[in-house]
């Protein structure tokens, strides 16, 4: 066996480009196992994967989250729309992604895709760079969605206490405390499988609940449905109906952000080649049906829009709960329902971050990583990383309390930085064109189509996300998401120069090998099969 590993070995050094190697079914049986090396194990079955992908999805709950962006910019057509629009182009972000954790299944996800797919020369930098904003990324999701679920519990009581004004440092102590508590629920990994499986059903369970009782307690009474699909409402100040759509277009594309979550359960779960595709696919699929039923019921069921538009409680949700069924309680039940739906998706956030960093420390992406890059032994989770990641987004909540237009940066910058990670690895996919041995997901000219979507889309977000939300912009109303993604990337540039390229690591060719062999025989494996003869064509960027 070692003779073997050692002929791979000199092989891939020797001969880098079209190399073809002779694999033995003993060499086979001993493949590469990268659950096996770090300590975490696969506890995770289909549904409790689907839970971490569809629980931090979560498509209609972020709807009812970040709708006060979309209603304002165009009404309900808007957001009506903009859900069919963004569900389209997040298939094919799922596709891409889905093709590529199936070729190349790891925790690390898109930057370790890049080390694979990228030329070798510059493989190190832009897998550095797409780990990098990929890690930022869910550390700017996990703060916004933690200042959302700390809106909708001030929104709570303001409905039971309309003389209470709201504070910033309101959210902000709330935000804290919830964050620290979801913190809690990713310190052992026994429990992450069941609270996976429990976000999902709580949510599908709450997204049922409201959907009816919102068409139960209408009586009958429903909006036209040329108020719905047709009537244009730009509350934006923008002159131009067309961004002020596009700008709200923040709304629904928020709502179907972190499809790479599933990506980064790739060492936990038993054929992540197969599984995770279907997790990723299945969590759009899932989310279009939710969110597009929940906001049509939501929608036909309105009586008073201006209110809507002028409500103060940063939760608008809220008040079409109590147009619709004329009592407050019930309006704060329901709401409830949607604050424990996205206090799932906070602790699925948290599995995410956790998982981000600690695959990034790996490789010492992040200053510290020797510490990071553990797994602690008792709790059977990379409790270092969680810890570290846990305090960076309590840090990033802050900026809260400086300005509440903040949120909107945060908001926008989850966005751009995951697109842009997952950009990374499809434009060198691409210079391949897509000549690699793939996984058993892999669908051809429709993969082809999908990754061009992906690409146009990272051009789309960078450029139009990057509008103020309102108009005239002034200090308070700016958008700062620009100034976050150029900080962020310049923050990996400077890095990297600094220290990055001295310290930033790549597993040895061998390892390499080995991952490719175990990629590609571990359905055959499965089913005892032998692989004699098996050609692997190896790229030179491998």
């Not at 990506?263 to 939710?290: D, Q, Y």
Request: aromatic fraction near 14%; charge should be neutral; include cysteine.
């Amino acid at each position: 066996m070692n003779s073997s590993n050692s002929q791979l070995s000199n092989s891939a050094k020797e001969k880098k480009v079209g190399l073809t190697t002779q694999v033995t079914s003993s060499s086979l049986s001993d493949s590469y196992d990268p659950a096996q090396h770090n300590g975490l194990r696969k506890n995770f079955s289909f549904w409790s994967v689907l839970g971490v992908g569809f629980g931090l999805t979560n498509s209609w709950c972020g709807i009812s989250a970040s709708m006060v962006a979309g209603i304002s910019s165009g009404g309900c057509m808007m957001i009506i729309y903009g859900i069919i629009i963004i569900a389209a182009i997040s298939s094919c972000v799922a596709i891409s992604l889905s093709e590529l954790t199936s070729a190349i299944p790891n925790a690390g996800g898109q930057y370790v895709w890049t080390k694979v797919l990228a030329p070798k020369d510059k493989a190190a930098f832009w897998s550095f760079m797409c780990g990098n904003l990929a890690w930022i990324g869910s550390i700017f999701t996990c703060t916004s969605v933690g200042i959302s679920l700390a809106t909708m519990v001030c929104a709570m009581w303001k409905m039971n206490h309309p003389d209470f004004e709201q504070k910033s440092w309101h959210v902000f102590v709330i935000f804290q405390i919830l964050h620290w508590l979801t913190f809690i629920f990713n310190c052992y990994e026994r429990w992450l499988p069941t609270f996976a499986s429990i976000s999902l059903y709580t949510t599908v369970l709450s997204w049922l609940v409201i959907t009816i009782t919102m068409l139960g307690g209408s009586k009958g009474e429903f909006q036209s449905p040329h108020f719905v699909f047709v009537e244009f409402n730009n509350g934006t100040g923008w002159s131009s109906s067309a961004i002020a759509f596009i700008v709200g277009l923040i709304n629904p594309a928020w709502s179907f952000s972190c499809l790479d979550s599933a990506t980064h359960m790739a060492e936990e779960v038993v054929n992540p080649e197969r599984i995770i595709p279907l997790v990723i696919c299945s969590t759009v699929a899932i989310g279009f049906i939710t969110s597009f039923s929940y906001v049509l019921s939501l929608f036909f069921c309105i009586k008073d829009i201006d209110a809507i538009l002028n409500d103060t409680t940063g939760f608008p949700v809220m008040q079409i709960y109590n147009q619709v069924l004329n009592n407050k309680s019930a309006a704060i039940f329901l709401t409830f329902l949607v604050m424990a739906s996205l206090f799932g998706c906070n602790i699925q956030c948290h599995t995410w971050q956790q998982r981000l960093c600690w695959s990034f420390s790996r490789d010492n992406g992040i200053p510290g990583s020797r510490y990071w890059s553990k797994v602690d032994p008792k709790t059977g989770v990379p409790l270092n990383a969680h810890i570290f990641s846990s305090v960076i987004v309590a840090l990033v909540g802050f900026v809260y309390l400086g300005s509440t237009t903040a949120y909107n940066a945060l908001v926008t910058g989850c966005i751009t930085f995951l697109v842009l990670s997952y950009a990374i690895p499809v434009v060198f996919l691409l210079k391949l064109k897509r000549n690699i041995k793939h996984g058993p997901f892999w669908l051809g000219k429709i993969g082809l189509f999908s990754n061009i979507v992906l690409l146009c889309w990272t051009l789309f977000v960078l450029v139009f996300f990057s509008f103020p939300s309102v108009m005239p912009a002034t200090r308070d109303t700016m958008n700062y998401a620009s100034c976050a993604t150029v900080g962020v990337i310049a923050y990996g540039v400077i890095y990297w120069f600094i220290r990055g390229k001295r310290v930033f690591i790549l597993r040895d060719e061998e390892e390499e090998m080995q991952t490719i062999r175990s990629i590609y025989s571990h359905a055959e494996q499965c089913n005892g099969s032998t692989m004699m003869g098996l050609d692997l064509e190896v790229s030179k960027n491998i």
